[in-house]
């Protein structure tokens, strides 16, 4: 199977369910689909999928034009094979037999993944923006297991008039860099916005959430003092490890599902030991072509940046204790601790 019969045999449908898996906030735009700059984890909604060439086109100065198969390698951070063989697996579609990237493309249409050093600028905020929303505490987010003390502890606020959860974004010196919110308006989530930077009189509270990581200003003490820290994909993950564990809030959120050469710079900041890896569950067999990709992915995204610089550990559920795309904390401290105690050292 040809890398272009595989592109030719994707819905506008199923590519719409690929950038949502792939936290691109994807909405129809006429016939195209627009969505988030994730191919330089930026925010801006200016990559664009063209439905009649099948080929996205990100319309910033940083990326160009892009195969499905390139914008998956640049997200996840893949060579051109696995990025086709990630795709395949998340669409039932053989590839068995296929074990490099010549066999699945012409010689003329390598594209190597070169990583660039990137540089980001993050603006500060004026606290007072935070003062338009209310000390409200959603009981969808005390249904899922966070407590008003923790949500007070982080600064959650709640917007009545636009009906979302608002999320203050701060850098490890405190310093307010952006400001996200949960939707709860279904009509919003239907359409793939269930997170999104919040609006203040026309501005976009927007950050480049890769240059950051999420609750690490808060949960710095204890991190240096455990000399361990844990990634988490959401910023709920951090919240509930925080109000299941208080003395043992030690998480940080990564903003998505790869450590960015950013990130990483943050972590060699800090005065630890162990990086453990608690990403989202997505598989649902252990032992399935979909555990040993995503074992494959933790591997090259997460574990070989942080092996040089600490030891690792990945929380993973071989016991099927945790439902498919479950955080390790969305079935409360007793599973926690349990898939806690039992992760992978390495």
Not at 169 to 175: A, E, G, P, S, V
Not at 270 to 292: M, N, R, Y
């Amino acid at each position: 199977m040809k890398a272009n019969e595989v592109k030719e045999m994707l819905s506008d449908n199923d590519i719409m369910s690929l950038l949502q898996d792939l936290g691109a906030e994807p909405m129809a735009q006429g016939n195209n689909i627009a969505c988030k700059t994730i191919c330089h984890h930026g925010n801006k909604k200016k990559l664009i999928y063209f439905t009649d060439s099948k080929s996205f086109h990100c319309f910033t100065d940083q990326c160009g034009s892009m195969s499905i198969f390139d914008l998956v390698g640049r997200v996840m951070n893949l060579d051109f094979y696995n990025s086709f063989k990630y795709v395949c697996m998340k669409f039932g579609i053989n590839y068995r037999g296929v074990t490099n990237t010549s066999e699945i493309i012409d010689t003329s249409f390598i594209k190597k993944f070169k990583e660039r050093k990137q540089i980001i600028a993050i603006n500060n905020l004026p606290e007072n923006i935070l003062n338009t929303y209310y000390d409200v505490y959603h009981k969808t987010w005390v249904n899922d297991g966070i407590s008003i003390r923790s949500m007070k502890k982080f600064g959650i606020k709640f917007s009545i008039s636009d009906n979302q959860i608002i999320i203050p974004h701060y850098d490890i010196d405190n310093n307010l860099i952006g400001v996200r919110a949960r939707n709860l308006k279904q009509e919003i989530v239907d359409e793939g916005k269930k997170y999104m930077p919040v609006f203040y009189k026309d501005r976009v509270l927007k950050h480049p959430t890769g240059a950051a990581l999420y609750g690490l200003n808060l949960t710095r003490e204890k991190v240096e003092e455990y000399r361990a820290i844990i990634l988490f994909e959401s910023e709920k993950s951090v919240l509930q490890l925080d109000t299941m564990f208080p003395d043992m809030s030690i998480g940080a959120c990564i903003s998505g599902s790869s450590l960015t050469t950013h990130q990483l710079e943050i972590l060699k900041s800090l005065d630890i030991d162990e990086v453990i890896v608690a990403t989202d569950k997505e598989f649902e067999e252990i032992g399935s072509q979909e555990d040993k990709f995503y074992r494959e992915k933790i591997g090259s995204v997460f574990l070989d940046k942080l092996r040089p610089y600490f030891r690792t550990s990945v929380i993973w559920d071989t016991e099927g204790l945790l439902e498919l795309k479950d955080s390790p904390t969305d079935k409360g401290p007793e599973v926690f601790s349990k898939l806690f105690q039992n992760r992978f050292r390495f």
